[in-house]
């Protein structure tokens, strides 16, 4: 007699070893409404096939070019893990891809994850992924589909990693930057924090402080160090797109790991440098990691995003501003785009004002 797929065996199986496949069907099935909530036009298919088709007609392109970007949320998912706060680090996820595509001009169209874990806990994973929607929903984006590893002895027991895939797309002849030149004003949206970067140094801090993740938060009131350091990273899609839509905008940056000074200049063509000359409001968190962890304020600027989490480059400031205030999104001048000593010289960044990270 011969069993079935299906039927039971008294032999060694994959549970034994530490993989449970039903574990994986109820996640699906657990976060198959979320994933719906995010459809779009252009979207075919749903969750649980091999493949994940895309209409880039039906979503309204004619002559589109294809942006795609990677990224993961980095050692502040062990903030998460440690805090049991899951919630937010989806949306982590999402906004560190598709803050990158919008940069280059381009619509997010949709995204796949990667999580990663040594035991599926289907509650834990459940919320990861709904974060994960939630971002999408906020974006635009369809959460089209992704892949849950379970790999025992790969991970301490309840840690899992994520990896997140996006892919937008823009008009052939609206990609950015375009356009950049001397006399364009640069434009700050601020951060909500931290955002996904520096975490290995926030870390440092919190432990030569003996500080743990559940000591009050000196710089959030009423919040505890882990609750404040999971704050989820801004997503910066609808205001940005509608106002490259709106043809105001020559280029963007988004401030991730490296801060200004490894960020800006990426989208600069060469003979132009960026330069800094006022200062912005440096939030509360950045201040405490500063004289907390004596770090000086060179190593900030490389490391954090300091308060800001996108820069826009426009040649029409007066309605940016206007247009963002319209939407309830604060900004700020911060400088501008002049010539460099050199027309083929690589484009730098000149801080002619240096944020006070230590003031009260």
Known sequence: MTSSPSTPSSGLTYRDSGVDIEAGEALVDAIRPAAKATDRPGTMGGLGGFGALFDLKAAGFTDPVLVSCTDGVGTKLTVAIDNDLHETVGIDLVAMCVNDLIVQGAEP??????????????????????GIAKGCELSGCALVGGETAEMPGMYADGHYDLAGFSVGAAERTAL???????????????????????FSLVRRIVADAHLTWTDPAAFAPGRTLGEAFVEPTRLYVRSVLALHKAGLLHGAAHITGGGLPGNLPRVLPEGLDAVIDQTWPIPPVFKWLARTGNVDGAEMLRVFNCGIGMILITPEPEKVLAMLAEQGEPAF????????ESPDSKPDLKMQVTPDFRAA
Do not use: C, E, M, Q
């Open 109 to 130: 169209l949709f995204f796949l994850d990667y999580f990663a874990t040594g035991r599926l806990s289907v509650a834990s994973a459940a919320k990861v992924v709904r």
């Open 176 to 198: 950015l930057p375009a356009g950049i030149a001397a006399g364009d004003t640069l434009i700050a949206l601020p951060s909500s924090g931290v955002h996904s970067n520096g």
């Open 333 to 340: 001048r911060i400088g501008s785009i002049a010539k460099a």
